[in-house]
């Protein structure tokens, strides 16, 4: 058996106990990444020599029996969204491509401060824009089980990393399902925490009162693990909250006992292929042979998660992303180019006689932004930026945005009741396993539409996980979620522990690399 | 509610984006679909529904009033696409922006 | 006022609050350090970074709205106000919109010299605001290039709004004066024009009385008023000039043409002059901040701020009036020096007992000693204490008036006490015998005066006193002159 076969938690063991190095596991992973990223390209940025010499100071440091950080040795990707400090950092964007930011993300402080070796950026959607990672302006990943299909997103990169063992630990964000999404795609296991849970510093915006980092690992055990290192209050950031972290490596072996979960009636209706929903309740009777009660509970604002997500997530988003303007940092359009595309128009507006025409031209600076603009953002993101400016704007708020926030209510309100009566929810991930790359791309409403079971944990804030549970005909995996109440992550990885215990979905690997 | 080419042409002013005639054409469809799917909120009575900013009920988050190192300003301007050392450069911003 | 019409004036006022850090970061507020070394990810909007608000920011605002007789809500919250500039680099300026930190106050105006009677202008709102940075068109290295710097970006601003409650560019001068006392007296901000600590924009229109009826001009936005001087000067132009275009015209607000417009105050050519702006800069498109949660204030809270708030303006006007019993005008050059000045002077008015000496005192001989120095109270030498033991001498004769003058110039420029100040000057009381012995002496001198005196011309003795003065310099004029007309009576 490889070293990359082995679990984040089995690795730190011999790590620990100085059966291997981290200079020997970090090189290991950096070849993995070698042979079998060419066909994924689940990686936007490797730095060999960098992580090496990281693995090398760690392992001096132990070798001297100086303490070390509870992931000392371990190699972890990051997404391409989380800023490192003097390293490119591009969302996948062309707007962003050379920007390198002063400065570190908290998590990424909190990663390096723990003795991880940060081997890698990966690969998404860009700004986190999508659920299939077509949208990356440096090409799309492949999911490792079918390399024409897509991984979802839009932290493809790090679900596809973990998923063909370039990695054992990856870090997502997920504002609408884009941790648990590629999660699921890919057959790994991957956690959304609760809204607050991991401070958001660092973390380029896309839809700031839905964005939440969380980590994506083969193991539920492996997130523990890693969750408690990003998990905590960080003053720079007003909206992560000031609560005590559990010690989630030490509880997440713990079974639940009387465990009691809920079935939401409108995650089993319409749009729900057939051997998503058999595997899903393969799943639950999993869990009812360890004990659980299963009931069915109604989460009766569902069906609008959706529609309210794609109105607060571009309204959110067009502003979040106003700074993109070719003044401060990323991509500037070419001046000269741009004044002489103005020159021409007035000219052929001043031949016309146009001057109502002249008026409304642009002027240099307006011309520059939005040359820049168009540039710098992909098909999607300008879609998006679109739509909450339509949204935003004088006589839509009301009708629109403010609309969404009280239905956002609305779906909080369902989920508080639910979880009166039950610890946990269970249901599907995905509607779907992976779809076909390029299959939804020019339809984006079908594309949203993929989001419907993952969006309402972010609208209401809660914690949700995606673990595997099976696989399809055509040998693609599917995910199961578990969504919990506010601040009950440790709960969600007992559980999901619990069924790794008991299944070995988690345990497979793809089959063609 | 739909929207027309003309409403899509003046948002992308406001949003700052420059779109050709195709592209209008696509982005007006898309938005349109879009739009009108949302429409589903409004069979929602909300009248009484206080609205959810934040995924949070968290209130009075401050830090105290002290100096912290500001950047260099090498480092601020160092991503910059045009500074002449001391400041941002862009194009002139005589009149309205 | 002869004019047919009334000037309506409403104030839009940006006050920088003295806090060391800006709003939503840790980097300093000081003016005039080179460009952009005052900025780091969170004021420059980064991507990633994220704003934490400033606790003295806040603490600061809500002093002076409830200084201003704001009604403060229990929640407020913070907005984004959505525009694209170079100077405001996040494409936004976190502001406040439906929900400000206070509402409905008012501010009284007054004016000693009795222009306007007294009266309250009504405060719409006053709102917490993130400031931007500046930029400069380059003129000579430019080809069209601005300069854009952002150490100011994201200094915390409140910006204080009034009701149109304004009928004169004097009253408009009033409003801001008072409330830079008020700024003063709270110690928020040090209202300093020229480094745009204080920026004043104004509204106005007019209400003009025809035959048909009252009509309003349209309403003008006026801007870049560098000074209080410039807002009266641009509002007296600003009046006329709409006179004449309605005159000419006979547009109105509201009707084709009357929409609201914006202009700028040109100082070097003393008029105002037309900006442009467009129509879809107005959309601003505001939301709440996800990044920021909302702030709530208590009812004690408020009511803690207020008994802390010391003495304003208003009140201590009226008690300077009530308990020293000096003119409303007295009252209001004091008020208007400062707190530390008033202090100066009631501790001075309690020690000689008599408050229009003090006030004479301080207003005249205080006041221009500080302003010839360009000093203020606090580096005064002579404390309150030691100029009313001078004052108490005046008043028991021992000094005359223009002899406490020079007392008190050699005490502050040498440091010394009132009688270590009077030896130094040699003066000291004359004895009776003496005085009689001198001014004998005087009258055998000048025949011609004692004549004209016994013929009736009283005044001539004033001949005298100015020999007595040279002969020895202690000598209080007022006795040498009674008891040189007791002389020549008995001779």
Not at chain 1, 334 to 345: G, K
Not at chain 3, 54 to 59: P, Q, S, V
Not at chain 3, 391 to 401: P, S, V
């Amino acid at each position: 058996m490889s070293l990359t076969d082995l679990t984040a938690t089995e690795l730190l063991a011999k790590l620990t106990q100085g059966e291997i190095t981290s200079v020997e596991l970090t090189g290991v992973f950096l070849d993995r990444i070698a042979a079998v990223d060419p066909t994924i390209h689940a990686f936007l940025r490797i730095d060999r020599p960098a992580a090496l010499a990281r693995a090398a100071e760690i392992d001096a440091r132990r070798a001297s029996g100086q303490p070390l950080g509870a992931l000392a040795g371990l190699p972890v990707a990051l997404k391409d969204v989380l800023c490192t400090a003097g390293e490119p950092t591009t969302c996948a964007s062309r707007m962003l491509e050379n920007f390198r930011p002063p400065y570190d993300a908290t998590v990424v402080a909190r990663l390096r401060a723990a003795d991880a070796v940060l081997i890698g950026k990966t690969n998404m959607d860009e700004f986190a824009m999508g659920g299939s990672n077509e949208n990356s302006a440096f090409g799309p990943v492949h999911n490792p089980w079918d390399t024409d299909r897509v991984p979802g997103g839009s932290s493809g990169g790090s679900a596809a990393a973990v998923a063909a063992r370039m990695t054992p630990l990856a870090i997502g964000s997920d504002t609408g399902g884009s941790i648990r999404c590629p999660a699921g795609l890919c057959g790994v296991t991957g956690l959304k925490p609760t809204y607050g849970r991991v401070s958001r510093y660092g973390l380029v915006a896309f839809a700031s009162s839905l964005d939440q980092i969380g980590p994506l690992a083969r193991t539920a055990e492996d997130v523990a693990l890693i969750l408690g290192v990003l998990a905590g209050h960080d003053p720079a950031d007003s909206t992560s909250v000031d609560r005590p972290v559990p010690d989630y490596a030490r509880t997440v072996s713990k079974p639940l006992s009387g465990l009691r979960l809920g079935l939401a009636r409108e995650h089993f209706g319409e749009g729900l292929e057939g051997q998503v929903e058999r595997a899903v309740r393969e799943a639950i009777k999993v869990y009812e042979s360890l004990g659980a009660t299963v009931r069915e509970v109604s989460l009766p604002h569902s069906k609008y998660a959706v529609a309210t997500y794609y109105l607060i997530a571009p309204c959110e988003a067009s502003s979040n992303l106003a700074r993109y303007d070719g003044a401060h940092y990323g991509h500037r359009t070419n001046q000269e180019a741009m004044l002489a595309e103005l020159e021409i128009e007035r000219k052929a507006l001043d031949a016309a006689g146009d001057t109502e025409g002249l008026d409304r031209l642009d002027n240099a600076l307006v011309r520059m932004y939005r040359r820049t603009r168009s540039e710098g953002f992909g098909p999607e993101v300008r879609r998006r930026v679109m739509l909450g400016t339509y949204a935003l704007s004088a006589g839509y708020y009301d009708a629109y945005y403010l609309k969404a926030l009280k239905v956002r209510r609305l779906i909080r309100q369902d989920f508080d009741r639910a979880f009166e009566e039950v610890d946990l929810l269970a249901g599907p991930v995905t509607p779907t396993p992976a779809f076909r790359l390029g299959e939804k791309v020019d339809d984006p409403l079908s594309m949203y539409l993929f989001d419907l079971f993952t969006i309402g944990a972010n609208l209401a804030g809660i914690g949700g996980i995606s673990i595997p549970c099976g696989f399809s005909a055509e040998g693609l995996p599917i995910g199961l979620q578990l969504q919990a109440p506010p601040f009950e992550e440790e709960r969600l990885l007992r559980a999901a522990h619990m069924f790794q215990t008991a299944t070995d979905w988690h345990t497979r690997k793809p089959p063609a690399i | 509610m739909a929207i027309s080419r003309e409403e899509v042409k003046k948002v992308s002013l406001l949003a700052r984006l420059q779109l050709s005639d195709a592209e209008l054409e696509t982005m007006t469809a898309q938005l349109g679909d879009i739009l009108g799917y949302v429409e589903l909120l409004s069979e929602l009575d909300t009248d009484k529904v206080e609205p959810m900013a934040h995924a949070l009920d968290v209130s009075n988050v401050f830090r105290d009033d002290k100096v912290r190192a500001s950047l260099d300003r090498g480092e601020a301007l160092a991503n910059a696409p045009k500074h002449d050392d001391e400041c941002y450069r862009v194009p002139a911003v005589l009149g309205d922006g | 006022m002869t004019e047919p019409y009334t000037i309506i004036i409403g104030l839009e006022v940006h006050v920088q609050l003295s806090t060391a850090s800006k709003l939503f970061c840790g980097c300093s507020t000081a003016f005039g350090s080179p460009a952009n070394t005052q900025t780091c990810p969170v004021c420059i909007g980064m991507p990633g970074s994220l704003p934490v608000m400033n606790r003295e920011a806040m603490a600061l605002a809500l002093k002076t709205a409830v200084a201003l007789n704001c009604e403060i809500p229990r929640r407020t919250k913070w907005d984004r106000k959505q525009y694209y500039y170079p100077d405001l680099p996040k494409g936004y300026q976190i502001s406040q919109f439906d929900l400000p930190l206070s509402e409905k106050g008012y501010l009284t105006i007054s004016d000693s010299r009795g222009r306007f009677e007294p009266k309250p202008i009504r405060i719409i709102r006053a709102h917490l605001e993130e400031d931007a940075g500046k930029s400069m068109h380059d003129e000579v290295a430019g080809k069209g290039d601005s300069r854009i710097d952002l150490n100011r970006t994201g200094t915390p601003l409140l910006e204080v709004v009034s009701e149109p409650d304004l009928r004169s560019p004097v009253e408009a001068r009033a409003y801001l004066d008072e409330l830079k006392l008020l700024l003063n007296y709270l110690d928020v901000s040090d209202c300093n024009m020229q480094e745009g600590s204080l920026r004043v924009d104004a509204n106005i229109n007019l209400h003009i009385d025809t035959p048909e009826g009252p009509v309003a001009t349209p309403i003008v936005e006026v801007k870049n008023m560098n000074s209080f001087r410039a807002v009266e000067r641009a509002l007296d132009f600003e009046a006329q000039r709409q006179y004449e275009v309605w005159q000419e015209t006979g547009t109105i607000m509201g009707a084709p043409g009357g929409h609201k417009t914006t202009r700028g105050w040109d100082e070097t050519a003393q008029v105002t002059v037309p900006q442009r702006t467009k129509e879809e800069s107005s959309d601003y498109r505001y939301f709440p901040d996800p990044d920021l949660v909302p702030v709530t204030t208590t009812e004690e809270q408020v009511e803690a701020i207020r008994a802390g708030l010391g003495e304003l303006p208003a009140a201590l006007r009226e008690r300077l009036q009530k308990t020293y019993n000096v003119t409303p005008y007295d009252a209001d050059v004091l008020v208007n020096q400062g707190r530390e000045l008033v202090d100066y002077f009631t501790e001075l008015a309690d020690r000689c007992g008599d408050g229009k000496m003090a006030a004479n005192w301080v207003e005249q001989d205080v006041l221009r000693w500080l302003n010839d120095r360009q000093i203020g109270i606090g580096e005064f030498s002579v404390s309150a204490d030691a100029l009313a033991g001078l004052l108490e001498k005046i008043k028991g004769g021992d000094l005359t008036t223009s002899r406490g003058r020079d007392v008190l110039t050699a005490m502050l420029d040498s440091g010394q006490s009132v009688d270590a100040a009077m030896r130094k000057l040699g003066i000291q009381s004359v004895d009776q015998n003496e005085l009689e012995t001198l001014c004998g002496e005087l009258l055998a001198a000048n025949p011609k005066v004692v004549e004209d005196v016994k013929e009736g011309r009283l005044k001539a003795v004033g001949a005298l006193i100015g020999q007595a003065k040279s002969r020895n310099p202690n000598v209080n004029p007022g006795q040498v002159r009674e008891l040189c007309l007791k002389l020549i009576e008995r001779m």
